[in-house]
Structures are given as structure tokens and as C-alpha cells.
């Protein structure tokens, strides 16, 4: 048995830890779409943008990925209607990663809508060694 330590350093293995640039699109009933950073480090994804952060974890096996974030709203955007906005929303995802650059589908559950997504991630700065 893998006491969670292990496993959970193990889970980001083939994944480069570092800042990331992030491009989401959101489809279906309600449409958006979003840019930020995020911090990938042995399985715990940190990040945000200008109203939103980011918190979750991943894991990765034979060039795919998948994960879940929890979203939060942390600044109020007067005048816009944000598809997150006020909400904590769960997000899943799965995807390829390779050489630094990611893609993702995934689906965030906002109330009570299903909102599909896609996201590309690049590699700005490693962290690693």
C-alpha cells in the first residue's frame, strides 16, 4: 500500500511543474470564455485571472491527464455577467500533455447547468530543478 504522500507526489509524474498560460472556451447553453495562469506542482493545480482563482489536483498516465478544480469568484465585475459569476463551480477535465503544452475537455457544473469546455495550457516557467 502507497501511503498519500507518495501518491500523490507519483501523480503529476510526465507533467512539468510550473507557471502556466490558460485559455479556456465554454460552450453549450451559456458561453464564455477566459485567460490565465495556473501553477502545476506534483498534482496540485493553483491559479487564476482578473476574477476568478483556481484550486484543484491532477494526476497523469501514459500522455493523459485528468483532474478537477474547484472555482471561485474573488473580485466583483459590475456590469458584466460573468457564466461563473457568484457561484463556486466544480470543474472535471482530461486530456494530453506533452513537451510543456496541454489540451483539455472538461465540464463545469454551474447551478444547474452543464457548461463544456476546452482549454489549452503552455508552459511559461519550469519549476522543477
Known amino acids: 500500500m502507497v501511503d498519500g504522500t507518495e501518491s500523490r507526489l507519483d ?39 482578473g476574477f476568478f482563482y483556481y484550486s484543484g489536483t491532477y494526476s497523469f498516465s501514459r500522455g493523459k491527464w485528468r483532474g478537477e478544480m474547484i472555482v471561485n469568484q474573488h473580485t466583483d465585475a459590475p456590469g458584466l455577467n460573468l457564466v461563473f459569476g457568484g457561484r463556486e463551480v466544480s470543474c472535471g477535465f482530461t486530456g494530453t500533455y506533452a513537451g510543456g503544452a496541454a489540451d483539455i475537455d472538461g465540464t463545469a457544473l454551474v447551478g444547474s447547468f452543464s457548461i463544456p469546455y476546452r482549454a489549452q495550457l503552455t508552459l511559461r516557467v519550469p519549476t522543477e530543478g
Open 11 to 49: 501523480a503529476g509524474a510526465g507533467v512539468r511543474d510550473g507557471l502556466y498560460s490558460i485559455t479556456i472556451e465554454m460552450s453549450g447553453i451559456k458561453r464564455g470564455h477566459a485567460t490565465g495562469i495556473v501553477v502545476l506542482r506534483g498534482g496540485t493545480i493553483l491559479g487564476g485571472d
